[in-house]
């Protein structure tokens, strides 16, 4: 027996109103599939209700995720409309508990709703992995946000050292001393060390350009003007006098110089260093011994007594290391290769304090990433596969390395100073998202 109410409802129209009145019957609140009163009504994508037992029958009958009425297909796992329930449980009481005390005594019904509901919760859980995986790989919306941040620096950086690539330190590298000015004669003295700059004043005065640069002998330095009376002081500009004589211009002393001299080496110092430092560091105890290999095992592992004629002098006059210094690196060298690098930078922080900085970070990110490596090898039982890792990477060094030596001539300068900042600024901001990724993989692996 269909059930009619009555609604009055009162429409304010100055101080009184007229009075609607209106009588809504069962039948406005009817499912499309078995034609009766909606009990938990369901409704889909597509705007269609229909009772939840009846949506399961469906379900399980069919096995398609589609509307019964106009068979759209519905996504996710349809949800009680909740609102809508409670108005028509409100509005017909005693039909609804005549409705579901029929239901109960249907174990079709509620073998149908039982499979529906299993199936929903297969669904929200599958959903939770792929929300789970999908923010591993994106790291987050707090940190891709701070990752977007941290990328518009770096590429502010890197715009920054590019135009500046031509600045004065550079020009001295490429500019032969005879031509040099009275003023870059004092900007190469200052540059031996903080030492030097006691005897700016005294090299101003005198007008020492590059052509009496090359003249002086190391008696004269204790004459007037220049005064040095400390021998170690003199002995260092000798040394260095030598070398700039040998050279015909300034040796590079930053890193900033060294890259303009040598721009092929350096571009793939960077990227070798990060990629393999145990190979990157026997390439150039092979092949760049005295240039590039002394200065760094006499950075990462100086000698533990040094008087103030050692430290002024221990990059000009480098010696080979003693056994004390190849036993601390080839610890290191082993073991953490890249504590090697952070420490190299953390010498230079005077010099480069923003650029060592981004290379101690990334060191300490590379660390942890290796170790994951390892870890990863261990745990998967992988190590009787470390040889032929190990050769394959050999193999893929190798080979970027012979790349850059034949393309590099051909590669336009721009591309390659990019390239440098690039892998300088960038990279260890790509490797923060690897960190944090690996230990949300090992979070979701322990629960």
């Not at 990110?365 to 596969?385: A, G, I």
């Amino acid at each position: 027996m269909e059930e009619d109410v009555k609604i009055e409802s009162a429409k304010s129209e100055g101080a009184s109103g007229p009075k609607l009145d209106r009588n809504i019957s069962v039948s406005e609140f009817s499912c499309n599939c078995c034609y009766d009163i909606l009990v938990n009504p369901t409704t889909l994508n597509c705007g269609h209700s229909f009772c939840r037992h009846c949506l399961a029958l469906w379900w399980v009958s069919s096995k398609k995720t589609e509307c019964p009425e106009c068979r759209d297909k519905w996504e996710g796992f349809p949800k009680v409309n909740i609102l809508l329930r409670d108005v028509i449980e409100k509005l017909f009481p005693d039909t609804i508990k005549e409705k579901y005390e029929d239901l109960e005594q249907s174990t079709e019904i509620a073998r149908a709703l039982q499979a529906f509901n299993k199936y929903g919760n297969d669904q929200n859980q599958s959903s939770s992995r792929e929300g789970q995986a999908n923010q591993q790989r994106g790291g987050g919306g707090f940190f891709s946000g701070v990752l977007t941040a941290l990328t518009g620096v770096a590429v502010v950086l890197l715009v920054y050292h590019w135009s500046s690539r031509e600045s004065e330190h550079d020009l001295l590298v490429h500019k032969p001393v005879s031509k040099w000015t009275p003023e870059e004669v004092v900007l190469w003295l200052e540059q031996l060390g903080p030492w030097a700059s006691h005897y700016k004043d005294s090299f101003l005065l005198g007008r020492v350009n590059g052509r009496l640069l090359l003249t002086l002998a190391e008696e004269e330095f204790s004459k007037e003007p220049y005064s040095i009376e400390s021998n170690s002081h003199r002995k260092a500009i000798i040394m260095e006098l030598d070398r700039v004589k040998t050279l015909g211009v300034k040796p590079p002393q930053n890193l900033w110089e060294y890259k303009a001299v040598n721009p092929g080496k350096s571009l793939f110092l960077l990227y070798a260093l990060k990629s393999s430092p145990r190979l990157s560091m026997l390439y150039m105890y092979l092949f760049d011994y005295s240039e590039t290999f002394l200065p760094f095992i006499h950075t990462t592992c100086p000698l533990e007594e040094e008087d103030e004629e050692d430290i002024i002098t221990k990059f000009i006059d480098l010696q080979d290391p003693t056994w004390t210094q190849w036993r601390e690196f080839l610890v290191k060298y082993v073991f953490l290769p890249y504590q090697l690098l952070a420490e190299f930078a953390w010498d230079w922080l005077e010099v480069h304090y923003w650029t060592s900085r981004f290379i101690i970070v990334n060191a300490m990110l590379l660390t942890v990433l290796e170790l994951f490596s390892f870890w990863r090898l261990w745990s998967t039982s992988q190590v009787r596969s470390l040889p032929r890792h190990m050769w394959g990477h050999f193999w893929k060094m190798s080979t970027q390395g012979l790349f850059v030596a034949i393309l590099w001539s051909l590669i336009p300068q721009f591309v390659c100073n990019c390239l440098f900042y690039w892998a300088l600024y960038f990279n260890p901001i790509i490797n923060i998202d690897l960190v944090v990724k690996k230990f949300r993989r090992l979070e979701t692996q322990a629960v």
